[in-house]
């Protein structure tokens, strides 16, 4: 598969993924607008308290836009609801009125502005002032207006403008404390939410042109292991490394930072990934074949991330740069799928979810996802560290550490962890639908896959020890 491919199908699977956010997002909304609304249309927030000791409580100015033009009538945006009662049943005042002219009723006025709504609290900005305010209900510039005793609704429909919202006690005296309740009500959130279905959708379609378009050739034929067959009981996932001679002492020290360029790139691709496995399990089901070039795409995804952690800290089997490419090379590290002609409608099902649930607690156990600890410091128990790292993790390191110090990876540690990953991908092919053969639950140690030819005995320095530490693999 060319760059340029390469590149269409990132950009698809992208593509797709924003689709698919858009499509959630509309069918959120339409969950939204069909539970959590009232019977009479209002979304309405949990009671929440507003007090201070100055003389009035204000929002934050509300800004609709000063000239949006005519062609969005008023009220059409939303209808918005307070619902507020003293906490002592003293007679209160809410109003809605423009910005300035809020400033300039309540402008040397003490009185505390609204700045944050939590769950459990409200926060406020506090503004002094020396005068004394005017009786609120008796100002003309008021929007729309509510006072009494007892429980006080106010409803306005939203109109152009910068506005404020102000709730006071109704004689203007300081010292307001309210039970308040808002709401809000708008006829746009159903158009709305099937507009963003509808751009996911479009852009869904796009995606889809894209991936098949780039996918739609080979792109790459099988590799001679593949095209073999598998034979003698050997799985149809190969996984090998050849473990260079001289590995450097302090380079894995660094190679973090020298495959970041690698991980940039994998995560699109995995992204890919993702979304050409979906489409994969659609055509297994109605057709019980796995798309050639997807399977090959996704294959070269795999070899890809197996060469780049054989690289650095799945393995640190060498200190040779993995190349940017898709198709099987002569690198020290390889790994291959044999493509399968059929496969079973009925196990692509359940394959992924459930029947792998055994082996995903295993490689768990293997790369991380099961293995935590954490660091506790003082009497009260302070968490001041989380971290976690799979068996592969810890005996990468502990054969670096060797490295280090001695020069030398151990020949029985490297066999244990090529064993590791290997169990790891032939789950994570099972998982992708890529075999219906369901994997052994066998370690398979040393470099080459069992039944592979072995590789020519290792020259052996002066005092007995291997300098090729690469074996004939454990086919027990």
């Not at 203007?172 to 159903?190: I, K, N």
């Not at 050849?242 to 360029?261: A, G, N, T, Y």
């Not at 592969?392 to 540690?413: C, E, K, Q, S």
């Amino acid at each position: 598969m060319s760059n340029g491919k390469i590149a269409a199908v990132i950009v698809g699977a992208l593509m797709g993924l924003v689709g698919l956010g858009f499509v959630l997002g509309g069918s959120g909304l339409l969950w939204v607008n069909e539970t959590q609304r009232g019977d009479d249309g209002f979304f309405t927030s949990d009671e929440f308290e507003l007090s201070t000791e100055a003389y009035a409580v204000t929002t934050s100015d509300i800004d609709l836009g000063s000239r949006p033009g005519d062609w969005f009538p008023s009220g059409r945006l939303a209808t918005v609801r307070l619902e507020a009662e003293s906490r002592d049943g003293s007679p209160i005042f809410i109003g809605i009125g423009p910005e300035d002219d809020v400033e300039a009723y309540l402008g040397d006025v003490a009185h505390s502005e609204v700045i944050r709504v939590a769950e459990d609290s409200v926060g406020y900005r506090n503004i002094a002032g020396e005068t004394s305010p005017s009786i609120p209900g008796e100002q003309g510039f008021w929007a729309v207006t509510t006072e009494g005793a007892g429980a006080q609704e106010l409803t306005w429909d939203l109109d152009r403008g910068r506005w404020v919202a102000v709730v006071m006690n109704a004689g203007g005296t300081p010292g307001v404390t309210v039970d308040v309740t808002a709401g809000a009500r708008t006829d746009l959130l159903v158009p709305i939410a099937f507009g963003l279905m509808g751009i996911g959708l479009i852009l869904g379609i796009v995606a889809l042109v894209l991936i098949v378009a780039a996918v739609r050739g080979r792109t790459a034929p099988a590799t001679a292991a593949g095209a073999a067959g598998h034979v003698g009981g050997v799985y149809p996932v190969r996984l090998e490394g050849r473990l260079d001679p001289e590995l450097s002492r302090w380079q894995w020290l660094f190679k973090w930072l020298l495959v970041l360029p690698h991980l940039i790139v994998l995560v699109f691709l995995w992204v890919a990934f993702v979304v050409l496995t979906v489409v994969a399990w659609f055509a297994i089901l109605f057709t019980g074949r796995y798309p050639r070039s997807i399977f090959d795409f996704n294959v070269g995804v795999m070899r890809w991330s197996w060469r780049v952690g054989y690289y650095s800290y799945s393995a640190l089997g060498t200190d040779q740069y993995p190349p940017f490419t898709l198709v099987d090379t002569d690198y020290p590290a390889s790994f291959d799928v044999e493509y399968p002609e059929q496969l079973s409608r009925g196990l692509v099902l359940v394959k992924t979810w459930l029947l792998a649930i055994p082996h995903y607690l295993i490689v768990g156990l293997f790369t991380s996802g099961l293995v935590w600890w954490t660091t506790e410091i003082g009497d009260s128990g302070n968490q001041i560290a989380e971290a976690g790292a799979g068996l592969i993790g810890i005996l990468v390191f502990i054969a670096a550490v060797i490295l280090l110090f001695t020069g030398r990876y151990p020949t029985g540690l490297f066999d244990l962890v090529m064993g590791l990953n290997r169990w790891v991908f032939r789950v994570a092919a099972y998982a992708a639908l890529m075999r219906d053969e369901y994997p052994p639950f066998r370690l398979d140690t040393g470099g080459s896959e069992p039944g592979a030819v072995p590789p020519a005995p290792p020259e052996l320095s002066g005092d007995g020890d291997a300098i090729v530490t690469e074996r004939e693999p454990n086919h027990g």
